[in-house]
């Protein structure tokens, strides 16, 4: 029998490119004939009376089946005389109809003279239906004595095609693999979908379809896309073609965690067709789906792509779930009029394109397409912020820079807050923030496994992408009604959505691609050079492609907006270049006196590259050529996790090692002179504003002081690249004090003016406010009473982890 199958495989596989080049012309005719001669037929949606439902029940030789679970479905439609239970018996052999016509007589029974799939025989209960509305259950399912009043409640939304029950099985221990709560996307040239667990979500949420065992549906809407589609005869993707059509109608799908059933799952089909039918029916379907649902030529040219490599890889390897094969092709093909027919229905139907179809049931597009436009504009925004690192405590710039923007913009805006720490003991300090926001979610980052040289994403955004955190970001969006999204660091702005209503800002605490070709210029050697190059490429394409699609774009002064302009030229009027880089300068004494003589200060995060770089620079090349001229100097390092090939610093003379402080204002207060030996990265480094503001004298690399330093501007540090220049200056900032006096007063003067959190922070807010004015003007006329501030700690809902 195996050898059999070889040898039809490799049949197929001669004529599958024939098979595929044929299906693919006819799909194109159809599209050209109804791009000449089709008509759309989009009638206006109907409100529904859900005062009441139809619960309509398909069975075939499930007489045990309705015996066991029938009496809770009676049950619980039993309060409203005007509910109706229907049994759609197609053709059963083991009496099912009988049984039911005697021992359940408030039933309606409808029998089919052959059996018509459980696509059709729910068709034709939809058919003989009272109600606006039918519940449509398998006969192997259980419901809550209360499932039905709060499934129906959404249909007062005229909008609203179907709404799916929570999902549990009979048996606890069962892996939830359904639950109602569905999601979809378009990959590997198909139709992916899954059912997701979330117990976060305590009403209607967006999903991409109702299940057919488990769902209520508007009648009407029902049999206007035509029911079940006779080409996915017998059973699966029936419920998920109706749900892509309900979406692409411009209708919505939801669900209702509140209305809960119970499923003996698979008790129908498992047990009346062997695994390899199902596997065969499934394979077939997969194909039919895209036939009839994409009209979308890229995708449909990945899908014919799809389709050969996924099934010679089948032949060679084995069906792998989820993939295609030539047999499912084959027997698709088999109908590939009927599939022509259903294309040309589905065309007819169709409001939105493809892409906007798979998008609508994400949370954050759900709110963006639906609920956002007419909402009013509350007086506080409620602004979501994501974060790719820990904010607590603040051991980098960049989580200074995230922390003084938050405690900014608590006392005018309600927070919320998700995120990503490197390790799960950095989960509770996040806690912290929940004494100004109103929610706080982080999750510890995936670790990536391997780079893949062939990769189109750089490896540092790869690292970041996680499916998990995109649902419950969106899940966020939906549930908290955002107004404005807030991302933070390039790496995460693959999380932007290309929204209308909701804008969406990021702040690119440095310019990735420019920090790499900063790293790139200083190696030598091909094999060095090859990965970083690689990575720039990566990079460049990466930004230039993803931060068009941001409302604005945060830079950290106009040095890295005038480089970005060179390559996005048309980003210049959405470019703000003073909204981010800030400190309260208010919390750094400022003081001249009490410092320690001839010691100099570095700080910086270990996990941070460019600093690991910059000490090895200032160590090797600089300390040496001072301690030369001042062997009493002294170089004190503060800096957390420092790395085991640093380790023998802590032997050397003229060097100190705290390792972390709690507070950095101790350092910047006690010691003489900041060095700030930088040589790669982009953006503003806190680190100098921190010393500004304190007080501290400076010496700099002209890439660490880039966009403090002005040209033609009062001196506030000392700029020196090469060792000896670097050398020589920090040396005259340990004996010339009037020197250190003056540039320490035009530093904490430029803090002051320019650098100061509190100030600029409520110019963002305002940039935040004319954002979501200009793009939700329908509800910029309408503003929100104030909701009540939650006054304690206990009251909010921060966790910090999922």
């Known amino acids: ?255 209702q965690p509140r209305s809960v059933v119970y499923h003996e799952h698979r008790g129908t089909i498992g047990r009346k067709f062997s695994p390899q039918y199902i596997q065969g029916v499934l394979k077939k379907n997969a194909v039919l789906m895209v036939w009839k649902n994409i009209h979308s030529r890229r995708m449909l040219l990945t899908h014919f792509t799809a389709c050969f490599t996924s099934s010679f890889h089948a032949l060679i390897s084995g069906d792998q779930p989820g993939g295609f094969s030539f047999p499912g092709i084959a027997k698709a093909f088999l109908q590939i009029g009927s599939a022509a027919a259903a294309r040309w229905r589905a065309r007819s139907l169709a409001a939105v394109d493809d892409r906007e179809a798979f998008r609508r049931h994400v949370g954050g597009y759900f709110r963006d397409r639906f609920d956002a436009p007419l909402e009013p504009i509350p007086s506080q925004l409620r602004v979501l912020f994501a974060a790719p690192y820990a904010i607590e405590p603040p051991l980098h710039g960049g989580a200074v820079f995230m922390k003084l923007t938050l405690e900014s913009l608590a006392p005018i805006a309600h927070l919320h807050v998700i995120g990503m720490v490197d390790r799960p003991d950095e989960l509770a300090r996040q806690q912290d923030l929940s004494c ?36 419950r970001l969106n899940r966020i969006l939906y549930q908290d009604h955002i107004d404005v999204v807030q991302l933070e660091y390039t790496q995460f702005a693959q999380y932007a959505g290309e929204y209308k209503h909701i804008p969406c800002f990021i702040f690119e605490h440095d310019l990735y691609f420019q920090s790499v070709a900063r790293t790139m210029n200083r190696l030598t050697g091909v094999g060095k050079l090859v990965p970083y190059w690689l990575e720039y490429l990566r990079a460049l394409r990466y930004e230039l492609r993803t931060l068009p699609k941001m409302t604005r774009v945060q830079v950290c002064g106009e040095h890295n907006a005038a480089y970005l302009r060179q390559f996005l030229p048309a980003l210049q009027e959405r470019l703000d270049t003073d909204l981010r880089a800030g400190i309260q300068t208010g919390h750094y004494r400022y003081s001249r006196d009490g410092r ?152 904490r003067h430029l803090v002051e003016t320019e650098k100061d959190g509190t100030v600029i922070t409520k110019r963002l807010e305002s940039m935040y406010r004319r954002e979501v004015t200009r793009q939700r003007p329908l509800a910029a006329h309408h503003s929100e009473p104030e909701p009540e501030r939650v006054s304690s700690r206990a009251q909010r809902s921060a966790s910090t982890a999922w």
């Open 1 to 255: 029998m195996t050898l059999v199958r070889f040898f039809v495989g490799i049949l197929l596989l001669i004529l599958s490119p024939l098979i595929l080049f044929a299906s693919a012309a006819i799909l194109l005719a159809v599209d050209i004939c109804f791009a000449l001669f089709g008509r759309k037929r989009l009638p206006p949606a109907v409100a529904t009376d859900n005062r009441a439902a139809s619960v309509v029940i398909p069975n075939w030789n499930g007489r045990d089946l309705l015996e066991k679970y029938l009496p809770s479905v009676i049950g619980a439609v039993s309060g409203n005389p005007r509910n109706e239970v229907i049994v759609v018996d197609n053709a059963s052999t083991d009496g099912s109809a009988d049984f039911v016509a005697k021992r359940f007589p408030q039933v309606r029974l409808i029998r089919s003279d052959r059996n018509l799939g459980f696509g059709g025989g729910s068709t034709l209960g939809f058919r003989e239906a009272k109600n606006d509305i039918v519940v449509l259950l398998n006969s192997d399912m259980r419901v809550e004595r209360d499932f039905l009043p709060s499934l129906l409640e959404p249909f007062f939304d005229p909008l609203v095609f179907s709404v799916s029950c929570q999902i549990y099985f009979s048996d606890p221990e069962k892996r939830r693999e359904e639950t109602g709560l569905t999601q979809g996307w378009w990959g590997q040239g198909r139709f992916r979908v899954t059912h997701r667990v979330d117990d976060e979500i305590a009403k209607p949420f967006p999903c991409f379809y109702g299940g057919g065992g488990s769902s209520a549906y508007d009648r009407h809407k029902f049999l206007e896309l035509g029911g079940f589609d006779e080409i996915l005869k017998p059973f699966y993707y029936e419920d998920t073609d109706l749900g892509f059509m309900a979406w692409k109608r411009g209708w919505k799908v939801l669900y």
């Open 436 to 471: 100004f926001c109103q929610s706080v979610r982080f999750q510890v980052r995936r670790p990536l496994q391997e780079k893949h040289p062939s990769s189109r994403l750089p490896h540092a955004v790869r690292e970041f992408a996680d499916s998990e955190f995109e649902w």
């Open 596 to 747: 320690e003589s001839n010691t100099l200060l570095f700080v910086g995060s270990f996990r941070h590259e460019p600093n690991v770089e910059a000490l090895r620079w200032m160590v090797s090349e600089v300390l040496p050529r001072i301690t030369a001229m001042k062997p009493e100097a002294q170089l004190v390092i503060v800096g957390s996790e420092p790395p085991q090939a640093l380790s023998f610093l802590a032997s050397h003379p003229n060097i100190r090692f705290t390792g972390y402080v709690e507070d950095i204002r101790g350092p910047l207060a006690r010691y003489a002179v900041f060095v700030c030996p930088v040589r790669s990265g982009s953006g503003v480094r806190v680190k100098l504003l921190e010393a500004f503001a304190a007080g501290m004298p400076a010496v700099s690399t002209s890439i660490g002081a880039e966009g403090l330093a002005k040209e033609g501007g009062a001196s506030i540090c000392v700029i020196a690249d090469s060792p000896d220049e670097f050398a020589k200056a920090a040396i005259r900032l340990l004996e010339d004090a009037q020197y250190c006096d003056d540039l320490a007063a035009n530093a």
